[in-house]
């Protein structure tokens, strides 16, 4: 069954008294290109949106609860929006919708009661964003159905603050600002400093494949958590507010000042920033093939520099390359697990997975799961026909 039918059919059946047809909202996951841990050193980053999506069903009800459930868990939580909002104790789904009322709350919405069924097909835990697209979609429930226009980039600031808030999770605002504001066949490049943005096309013929190398990122709270302090520690060397304000001339000039590790960190971003840059502007000249080494760059750069990568990563991204279809490829997202992506002409898909199945699990135990993928919109209502 369908996400439309199956969240609509649960809310029919959860409220059979309910006359007011339910209004729909879905937001995609995400996938980045390149530009990776730049967006909280104010850098750039060059995203896409998925053709994967979180949906969110919903009706509003004459008080002021707010009451979900989360089909894919086969699970319910609810909370009234007249008493302060607390982090549920066991289940941490819920924690996304009840940051989410809190933030736009604090925010000054007033918001009306609802009910909500929720369902998706954002891989979990594979690096792919699936909390941010819960977030925008729940944050378009919460607002439109409490009559308010949706603002993309305020909505994405406010789930962002609902995270390093609220949920306890320190990330910039790439997740978030992608799964809002993204655009069908197009990468965006993000400004993360003012968060203007300028979509960039994939040509036609090419698809972005993700895999998902099985390898869960256990470490990645706490690992994300010291990268976000040495890269501020390196900048408070410079006397800058950001990495973003130092060129790779200065940090030349001046590494013998810093100590090893916090001069690769550094180096790791400013060069990444570099070459967000560099990819958007290769794409927007249709030199698609300048992504492969930029894209390989940014790997040896993931694990070299910032060492975020882990074995089975630099295996599956090895093997990705190596296969001479492959425009590029590299780890993406936060690290220490997750999935990688490659850009490859859409007539080529067949010939790279065969080479992942046959060579990936034999070379590190794990099971690969690959993903074709188109880029999609951002966040909205779905206008569904009754
Ligand atoms: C996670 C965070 C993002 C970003 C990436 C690394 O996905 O949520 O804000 O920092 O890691 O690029």
């Not at 006359?19 to 060059?46: C, K, M, Q, S």
């Not at 439109?144 to 995270?163: F, I, M, N």
């Not at 898909?349 to 060579?359: D, G, H, L, M, P």
């Amino acid at each position: 069954m369908n996400l439309i039918d199956k969240t609509r059919q649960h809310l029919e059946q959860r409220y059979p008294r309910n006359t007011t047809p339910p209004r729909f909202f879905r937001a995609p996951g995400r996938v980045n290109l390149i530009g990776e841990h730049t967006d909280y050193n104010d850098g750039f980053v060059l995203p896409a949106a998925l053709n994967f999506e979180t949906l969110v069903a919903a009706i509003p009800q004459n008080n002021r609860r707010v009451e979900v459930f989360a089909l894919d868990k086969n699970d319910a939580d609810s909370f009234d929006l007249d008493e302060s909002i607390t982090l549920h104790p066991s289940k941490n789904w819920a924690n996304y919708v009840r940051g989410m009322a809190k933030t736009l709350l604090s925010e000054g919405k007033q918001l009306q009661g609802i009910a909500i069924a929720v369902s998706g097909n954002v891989p979990t835990s594979g690096g792919l964003s699936s909390s941010a697209s819960f977030e925008m979609a729940l944050g378009h429930a919460f607002l439109q159905l409490s009559g308010y226009r949706v603002d993309g980039v305020s909505l994405a600031l406010s789930a962002q603050k609902t995270e390093n808030g609220f949920v306890g999770v320190q990330c910039g605002i790439m997740d978030q600002f992608i799964s809002s504001l993204g655009q069908k066949d197009h990468a965006l490049l993000i400004d993360c400093r003012d968060l203007s943005y300028k979509p960039i096309p994939i040509p036609r013929d090419t698809v972005i494949i993700v895999v998902d190398s099985g390898v869960r990122r256990g470490l990645l709270d706490s690992e994300y958590n010291t990268r976000r302090q040495q890269c501020e520690a390196a900048a408070a060397h410079f006397g800058v507010k950001a990495l973003r304000d130092v060129d790779e001339a200065t940090l030349a000039q001046r590494a013998h000042e810093l100590a090893p590790v916090i001069r690769r960190r550094a180096k790791h971003v400013i060069t990444e920033n570099a070459r967000a840059l560099a990819a958007a502007q290769a794409l927007v000249q249709g030199n698609i093939a300048q992504l492969g080494p930029l894209m390989a760059e940014s790997q040896r750069s993931m694990r070299e520099d910032f060492e975020i990568t882990v074995p089975a990563i630099d295996t599956l991204v090895e093997i990705l390359q190596s296969s001479p279809e492959v425009y590029g490829a590299r780890m993406t997202g936060g690290g220490f697990g997750g999935s990688c992506v490659a850009l490859a002409p859409k007539n080529t898909v067949s010939a790279i997975k065969e080479i992942v199945y046959r060579r990936y699990q034999t070379e590190t135990g794990y099971h690969p799961v690959f993903y074709v993928c188109q880029a999609a919109d951002g966040a909205g209502e779905l206008i569904v026909k009754i």
